[in-house]
C-alpha cells in the first residue's frame, strides 16, 4: 500500500470519531466499542449541541443548548461575518466550569446553556439580518469528542429568545 493513503487512512479514523458518524453499520458482535448499538448512544453533533443566533444595535449574540450529559469546550469558539462589510470584536464568553480532561489537562467547559457574545464592528443597519459562521466542539460525558464543527446562522435584530431570556424570581 502507498504510504500517502495508508497515512490518511489512519489519519482520517483518528481525527473523525467513528461514534459520531450516523448509520455507520459494521459486522459483528455488539461488545465492539464500534458496533452500531453503541453509536446510537451518541447524537449527532447537530442535536448535541443546537445553537441559535440574535443581535441588536451594538451586539451579536450565540445561544448554545448541550444535550444533557454533553458539554462545549470554552477555548474552542470561534466568529466570522459572512455579511459584507461587517466584522466582530472579540468574542466575551462566561468563565466556565473547571474540568480535567484526559488529554487536555485543566479546562473550562460549558453544560446546559451558554451565551456568547462579540460587539458589531461595522455601521451594518439596526434591523439587518447578519450572516455568520460560529466555530465550536464539544464532547459527551461518556468520552467521545467530536471534531470541530461550524455552522452558518443568520443574527437577526430582536430580543432574546425565550429559551436563553434571563428569568426573574417569582413573586409570593
Known amino acids: 500500500m502507498n504510504p500517502i493513503v495508508a497515512f490518511l487512512t489512519v489519519a482520517l479514523f483518528i481525527v473523525t470519531p467513528v461514534a459520531a458518524r450516523e448509520d455507520m453499520s459494521l459486522v459483528g458482535d455488539n461488545s465492539s466499542p464500534f458496533s452500531s448499538a453503541t453509536q446510537r448512544d451518541y447524537l449527532p453533533a447537530k442535536e448535541a449541541f ?37 466584522s466582530f ?18 479546562i473550562y467547559v460549558f453544560y446546559d446553556q451558554v451565551v456568547i457574545s462579540a460587539p458589531i464592528e461595522s455601521n451594518a443597519a439596526d434591523n439587518v439580518s447578519l450572516a455568520i459562521e460560529m466555530t465550536f466542539q464539544g464532547c459527551s460525558d461518556q468520552g467521545l469528542c467530536y471534531p470541530p464543527e461550524r455552522v452558518e446562522l443568520n443574527a437577526q435584530h430582536g430580543s432574546t429568545p425565550a429559551i436563553f431570556a434571563p428569568t426573574s424570581p417569582e413573586t409570593p
Open 89 to 106: 470584536g472579540e468574542l466575551a464568553l462566561p468563565p466556565g466550569e473547571p474540568m480535567m480532561h484526559a488529554s487536555l489537562g485543566e
Open 50 to 86: 443546537r445553537t441559535t443566533a440574535w443581535r441588536d444595535d451594538d451586539r451579536i449574540y450565540i445561544g448554545f443548548t448541550a444535550a444533557e450529559n454533553y458539554y462545549l469546550h470554552r477555548h474552542q469558539f470561534a466568529l466570522e461575518s459572512l455579511s459584507p462589510g461587517v
